[in-house]
């Protein structure tokens, strides 16, 4: 069944209208959908619906609401990735495969060593992009939020954030003793909100990394491997869910 996505002011006693035209014609020209047909609708909040298709207009699609449960795909742990900029197309497959592990946010990071740049004011289009991959990942996963992508930060704006989170874990190379299970299995309660920073290609430098260990920042191994960029995340992502969600 096709997930799609409203706000609570589209949400009546009865009835959902879906009115953001993409999904309209998506619905009308892909999924070729008709009245009578079944969806799942989430209000990006709290609730998920099963609703049956009423009308088709061109400027909205009126549901009849069938069943109305409490988010049941959404992790308790919000994670949100600060990822150093990666080159090419790989910032928008670690959005698709973060979105599927259950990332709630993730910020693009300039550091020390990111090659990419904004050099020809192209980095809002970019994003704008990587927020409708997150879109179409969350659709095809059926979770009940869509994960934002935020703006990118500079690593000395990232600094004074860290205190806002439970928990800040921080995958680093030159890590050799303490893992991502050590620093989860040591805490006195479950975190809320768990900030995981990975570097770009080569790394964070010297100077970031000792920035980062006078934080509250946990140095953690990810393994015996140098994993790419496009991995660390996903890879420890994968590690704070099973600790924390399985």
Sequence with gaps: ?????????????????IVDKQDIQHMTKVLRL?????????????WEYQAE?????KEYVETLILDKQKFTSEPFTKVTLFQGLP???KMEVIIQKTVELGIHEVVPLFTDRTVVTDNKGNLSKKQERWQKVADEAVKQCKRGLIPRIGEALKFQQLLPLLDTFDLVLFPYENEEQRNIKTALRGLDQKPETVALIIGPEGGFSDRE????????????????TTLRTETAG????AMVMYELEL
């Design 1 to 17: 069944m096709s997930r799609f996505f409203t706000t609570p002011e589209q949400v009546g006693e009865k009835t959902i209208r």
């Design 34 to 46: 008709r009245e009578g047909d079944r969806i799942d609708i989430s209000d990006c909040q709290r």
């Design 53 to 57: 298709i009423l009308e088709i207009d």
């Design 87 to 89: 080159k090419q197309g």
């Design 209 to 224: 990394a000792e920035l980062l260990k006078g934080t509250r920042a946990h140095c953690v191994t990810l393994g015996k």
């Design 234 to 237: 996903m890879a420890a992502l």
